[in-house]
C-alpha cells in the first residue's frame, strides 16, 4: 500500500506583532510556537498553537496575534 508523506508545518518566523519566534515544539501535534514579548520570558505567556496536519491554528494565546496558519 502507498504510504502517505506527512506534510510537515513549522511555526511562523514572526507573529502579527512582529514579535520573533521563541520556544517551540514541531513534534508535538498541534505544534508549539511561542512568540515572548520580551527575551527570557514564560513561552507560556504569549504562543499559538497549529495542526500538525493542516497547518491550521488551533489557539490563539498571543493577545489576537497569531498568524492565522503555519508555514
Do not use: M, Q, R, W
Amino acid at each position: 500500500s502507498p504510504s502517505a508523506t506527512p506534510t510537515s508545518y513549522i511555526c511562523p518566523p514572526v507573529d502579527n506583532g512582529g514579535f520573533s519566534l521563541g520556544s517551540n515544539d514541531v513534534t508535538s501535534d498541534p505544534i508549539f510556537c511561542s512568540y515572548p514579548a520580551v527575551p527570557g520570558e514564560d513561552p507560556n505567556d504569549f504562543y499559538c498553537t497549529y495542526s500538525k496536519i493542516t497547518g491550521a491554528l488551533v489557539l490563539d494565546h498571543d493577545a489576537g496575534l497569531c498568524p492565522g496558519s503555519a508555514v
